[in-house]
């Protein structure tokens, strides 16, 4: 039975501190027993950014994440040590038995761990934050990694709704030992909410900054201010600042990881920019967004809508927005979420609910909420995005957590449907964020998928690497060394020829064998 979230106070505090005060220390733990890799087009449209960067200390308030495989296996178990590119490959059996007679269906996959922490806390590769001027008055934050390894392909990462690039310091910190990693925070999101009200409806010597301002009246203004007059928090937005990023700050085609409102961006932007894409990865990916119509496919439709997410912000829905916002807000509404999202409860988020009540705390957090939630629909649909990324040989990954209550496999047996070519890997237990719950199994498959493109196929893609897995499927147990404790994932890969039957087989059969497994030991 789950257990619920526990939240307590150390000591007394208000409910929303200023981000300056230190009255509030907040503890939060959950508690529970056709290769398109060479694609090398010039870009046309480079230019000057301009970009602040300053190091971020990796030390933060979670347990040592340990990396090391060795002496925590039964002698009894039957391994495949397949630890990836930079790792030997071998079988790994009980005494005694010749690797030839392991049978495949009890065969156990062992995967890195995280990377151990060092004398001074830090762990694995030096994370980096970082600020880029897209345009007046629009800053992005945006963190790095890995930045050394000129030679390696870039990944970036783009994090779900109510989140951003802190999301993701799990693959930061283990991927940048390999690639170089940019995680990035949507505008009007995470660290990129503008530091000035696009609507000052002070006069005279009156604090018009947004530190000056009341919320609840920041972007209610009367006037907008110009560098503000089309801005509304939408999907083209979030599209054309991941354009504008990879063209002018990383430089090079990349490979895309989005998870939840992230992988929608991630697969409308290959859609529209096939050029600067080398791959996309769907982490429980939302298939739609917004509700209102597009002004540009919907022109007639759209005029029926008043207001679009557009500042500034109608003095009708200030009410309505403070009463919503406030309910949202409240770090125990937060808490809650995480639960829900979180398949594994023992997993440590400390960080990421200190990080979004911070971003709640900003006095533009509610009226870029509004914006967020009355903007249009993108100019093309989840659908026509994905048929437009098959069309153009776009490679497409799919990394799904089974036991998320937003985005159910169903979505992403939806995608397999019409991108078949694409290896769809079901990890259970894991939730919404599978990349933050079992980081060592995502990255795991990662290296493993940029490593089959980048060699053109030459390398087979993760747990696929036999005609069989590929047409039918199969799963595995992945096996992994946290905190000193041994942990294991079910990994199904979904394949090209499953059926409803073949699936519901294979799903007792990996039952059975961790059935087996446990009494063995």
């Known amino acids: 039975m789950m257990e619920l979230l526990s939240v307590y106070y150390t000591e007394p505090c208000l409910l929303f501190p200023s981000s300056s005060s230190s009255c509030c220390n907040l503890n939060m733990r959950f508690v529970s027993t056709n290769s398109k890799s060479s694609r090398t087009k010039q870009f046309v449209r480079f230019k000057k950014t301009r970009l602040v960067c300053s190091s971020m200390s990796s030390s933060s308030r979670r347990d040592s994440l340990q990396g090391e495989t060795s ?6 178990d039957q391994y495949v040590n397949c630890l990836g590119e930079g790792y030997t490959t071998n079988y790994v059996v009980g005494r005694g038995v010749e690797s030839s007679t392991i049978d495949d269906s009890v065969k156990k996959i062992l995967i890195p761990g995280l990377p151990p922490q060092d004398l001074n806390g830090d762990s694995g590769s030096t994370i980096t934050s970082c600020f880029w001027e897209w345009k007046p008055k629009l800053t992005v934050h945006y963190e790095k990694s890995g930045t050394e390894n000129v030679d390696a392909p870039a990944l970036l990462l783009l994090p779900g709704f109510g989140v951003g690039s802190f999301h993701y310091e799990k693959q930061l910190k283990d991927l940048g030992r390999q ?38 009246m920041w972007g209610f203004g009367e006037q907008t201010e110009p560098w503000a007059n089309e801005l509304v928090y939408s999907m083209d937005l979030w599209k054309d600042q991941v354009t504008h990023f990879i063209e002018e700050v990383i430089g090079e085609p990349v490979y895309v990881v989005g998870n939840s409102l992230g992988g929608y961006v991630s697969l409308y932007f290959a859609a529209c920019n096939p050029e600067l894409v080398k791959g996309v990865t769907l982490l429980n990916a939302t298939p739609f967004w917004a509700f209102l119509p597009n ?4 022109p007639r439709l759209a005029r029926i809508f008043p207001w679009a997410g557009t500042f500034p912000l109608p003095v009708g829905v200030r009410n309505f927005i403070s009463f919503l916002w406030q309910k949202i807000s409240d770090p125990r509404s937060i808490a809650e979420i995480l639960k829900q999202v979180y398949a594994d409860h023992s ?72 991108v078949p070519e694409a290896p769809y890997y079901q990890i259970t237990p894991a939730g919404h964020c599978p990349h933050d719950e079992v980081p060592e199994v995502v990255n795991y498959l990662l290296r493993g998928w940029v490593r089959s493109l ?56 990996s039952h059975i064998v961790k059935f087996r497994v446990n009494e063995i030991r």
């Open 71 to 76: 002496g925590s296996l039964a002698s009894s």
């Open 179 to 216: 690639y170089r990693v940019y995680a990035l925070d949507f505008l009007g999101q995470g660290m990129s909410l503008p530091a000035e009200d696009p609507t000052p409806s002070a006069k005279g010597g009156e604090d018009t900054s947004a530190e000056g301002k009341d919320s609840a």
């Open 295 to 298: 002004p540009i496919t919907s």
């Open 347 to 418: 997993t440590d988020v400390d960080t990421v609910f200190s990080r979004i009540i911070k971003t709640t705390e900003h006095p533009a957090a509610a009226a870029s909420f509004a914006s967020i939630m009355f903007a249009p629909k993108a100019q093309i649909s989840f659908d026509e995005a994905l048929s437009r990324c098959k069309l153009n040989d776009v490679p497409i990954c799919l990394m799904y957590g089974k036991e998320d209550p937003w985005v159910m496999p169903i979505w992403g047996s939806q995608v397999k449907r019409k």
């Open 454 to 509: 980048e060699s053109q196929g030459s390398v087979a893609m993760p747990l696929l690497d036999d005609p069989e897995s590929v047409d039918y499927g199969v799963s595995r147990d992945l096996e992994f060394v946290r905190e000193g404790s041994q942990r294991a994932v079910i990994v199904r890969v979904v394949g090209t020829k499953s059926s409803i039957w073949n699936q519901i087989s294979t799903f007792i059969k």
